[in-house]
């Protein structure tokens, strides 16, 4: 079978698990990172350091395995960028720690936190501007606050961490254009979310710090998440599939018991957390729900999106109860150890697959993965018995793919759902500068001489490159 083929074989068969239907058979989709490195004979070092080398990593393993899907690069933070933008938050292998332990987030101290508790309303009346004139400079080694003298080191952090995001993403369509083309495998997922309470947590105020707040000025947290979901949304929206077929990568930290109380989830959590949803599937997105830890006590929640909006990743929780939970509107994918996939017998994990095929995947709608993204510990042959396991135990009776079929476009997950009765983020008013603008073209133009003929190209123009400058701030804060 010649590589396109095999491609639309294996596409077809994730968008139908994807939308809760009956492939041909399982869908193998690992979200593997530094085991890439181990499988290709690099150090964690220098995949995390030389994206092209994860690429290369992860090109290898597409190619030696029989997976339909996979993240293009899965050790998705560079540090190449990291360090020209110099962020504080990141342990990087190599430097100050070993070559070959993967990168570590440090967070800092809770009085050194990258936002003070007193400063809520500054970051709810400009989240952009919040991001560039506080916590940039707080984050960064090189890069000073407003009203200090600038300095050569700051203007060349900014200049090369931009030109190094510009590259790092511009790589990626043709990594994904190789898998495609050399191994006829899919890449899993596109776009990028986190929910604001957690980007709060992760990112402002630390865990501590934004529990105190939870409890201290519960109002002045609301307000703050408010104010960051049209902005997180839009991250989402911008940086999706074009295509409506794979899933916005939602990473799920914090908001969950135990970290924060039932309440909480609640009152902050859960209603600034489903309009974003709600908006991406009003866009025609699906969401990847990849909840790390354990959110079993949040499934009736997550229950009331609408069908097929969301897949449902297992990590900790009981795949079981997600199963009869959610089962029969959304996918559902992972609920496989990673402890077993990397200190585990074969025997084990036959037994517990066969009981995954047997119940959870019996009539579709699963995705074979590991519950949390596997790193270098990853036992190879574990994951080669797993691969080779699904590929003959895991094929549905009565299903097949003739060429034929596959010259028919595969059906997005979102065919034939209707949006219109979701309220999503309408209405939903945004203070300060519109999602996607830090320098509105209104305060640009009333700064210019006089203008003359086409108007409307020079706004043009002014919007596009300005939103380079949103792009920056809102994915160091996201991805980096």
Known sequence: MNTEVLYQTRLRRYLTALRNEQPDCIPIRPFVAEFVARHAGFTCQQV??????????????????????VVPNMVYVWTGLTQAAGLRYYGIPGIGMPPNVGFNYIEPPEDQAFMRADEYDALIADPTGFLYDV????????????????????????????????????????????LRQ??????AIAGIFKAPLDILADKLRGYVGLVMDLHQQPRQVLRACEALMPHLTHVGLTTADPARQVPIGFWMHRGCVPFISPQHFASHYWPTLRPC????????????????????HHLDDFATLPERSIVFHVDQGDLWLAH??????????????????????????????????????????YILDAGAIMQDDTNPENLKFLTRFAREHGVYSGRSHSEAALSEPPRRPCDGAD???????????????????????????????ELSGDLELLERVWKQVD??????????????
């Open 48 to 69: 995390v350091h030389d994206y092209r080398l994860a690429f290369e990593a992860t090109l290898r393993c597409a190619r030696d395995f029989d997976w339909d899907a």
């Open 135 to 178: 916590w940039l400079p707080r984050v960064s080694t090189e890069i000073v606050r407003p009203g200090q003298p600038a300095t050569r080191r700051s203007h060349l952090a900014l200049v090369k961490s931009a030109m190094a995001m510009m590259e790092y993403f511009t790589a990626f369509g043709p990594q994904c254009a190789r």
């Open 182 to 187: 050399e191994c006829g495998t899919v890449s």
């Open 277 to 296: 949803i709600e908006e991406f599937w009003r866009h025609g997105h699906q969401t990847l729900f990849y909840a790390e830890g354990k959110w079993d």
């Open 324 to 365: 009869r939970k959610l089962h029969a509107k959304f996918a559902l994918s992972g609920g496989v150890p990673n402890v077993l996939l990397s200190y585990g017998t074969p025997e084990e994990l036959e037994d517990l697959l066969r009981k995954i095929f047997a119940e959870v995947a019996r009539d579709g709608g």
């Open 419 to 449: 949006p219109s009765g979701l309220r999503g983020l309408q209405g939903h008013s945004v203070v300060g500068p519109a999602p996607g603008t830090c320098l509105s073209w209104e305060v640009k133009r009333a700064e210019l001489p």
């Open 467 to 480: 939103a380079h400058g949103y792009t920056y701030i809102w994915q160091l804060l996201l991805s980096f």
